[in-house]
T-cell receptor, first 116, second 113 residues
Framework: AQSVSQHNHHVILSEAASLELGCNYS??????LFWYVQYPGQHLQLLLK??????LVKGIKGFEAEFIKSKFSFNLRKPSVQWSDTAEYFC??????????????FGKGTKLSVIP | DGGITQSPKYLFRKEGQNVTLSCEQN?????MYWYRQDPGQGLRLIYY???????QKGDIAEGYSVSREKKESFPLTVTSAQKNPTAFYLC????????????FGPGTRLTVT
């Protein structure tokens, strides 16, 4: 079965520090990849997505992610975090579940705490 | 505004009772999904529906049931057979297919005692 691994359960950073959150997936075929973010008390929302083309994708609020096919990875980065980036971040992979249906498989999430 | 509505935000039930969680969307999406979120577990798929009157089991369907009689509605029933029902439940919708993102509702926190 396809799986998504996020390496860090909880990351604590000071403001202005650089961020990199790891994500690896197990599926060997064509994949579409997402990072979602859940701010405290808010809806889960899309941060960025990769379907094809340039493997470096840019999302909202200064986030970017790089798809490295050979490493089955889709790591999330931000050069300088802010206190408002405190949230839980989920990597997800969409895959076919047969007969034209698709499922989104999520990683277990990484909590980011940014200290002012 | 277009979006997904889940009600209620908090729900409390006694063990042994069935409970139905509501999910409504006005995004005109054909596909709808139910996830369960537990601390440290991420989101796990319970059921999904690609079109009205059709739905499939996800990874953790045991103890749950759904219906999809209308395009905009996808209610989830947590039955007494679900062994550990206390959790945060998220509903989502999307255009069907592998290249479209899912949009999420605000969630319902169910507590069963």
């Amino acid at each position: 079965a396809q799986s998504v691994s996020q390496h860090n359960h909880h990351v604590i950073l000071s403001e202005a520090a650089s961020l990199e959150l790891g994500c690896n997936y197990s599926y060997g075929g064509t994949v579409n990849l997402f990072w979602y973010v859940q701010y405290p008390g808010q809806h889960l929302q899309l941060l960025l997505k990769y379907f094809s083309g340039d493997p470096l994708v840019k999302g909202i609020k200064g986030f970017e992610a790089e798809f490295i096919k050979s490493k089955f990875s889709f790591n999330l980065r931000k050069p300088s975090v802010q206190w408002s980036d405190t949230a839980e971040y989920f990597c997800a992979v969409i895959h076919s579940s047969g007969a034209g249906s698709y499922q989104l498989t999520f990683g277990k999430g990484t909590k980011l705490s940014v200290i002012p | 505004d277009g979006g997904i509505t889940q009600s209620p935000k908090y729900l409390f039930r006694k063990e042994g009772q069935n409970v139905t969680l509501s999910c409504e969307q006005n995004l005109n999406h054909d596909a709808m999904y139910w996830y369960r979120q537990d601390p440290g577990q991420g989101l796990r798929l319970i059921y999904y529906s690609q079109i009205v009157n059709d739905f499939q089991k996800g990874d953790i369907a045991e103890g749950y049931s759904v219906s999809r009689e209308k395009k905009e509605s996808f209610p989830l029933t947590v039955t007494s057979a679900q062994k550990n029902p206390t959790a945060f439940y998220l509903c989502a919708s999307s255009i069907p297919g592998g290249v479209y993102e899912q949009y999420f509702g605000p969630g319902t926190r169910l507590t069963v005692t």
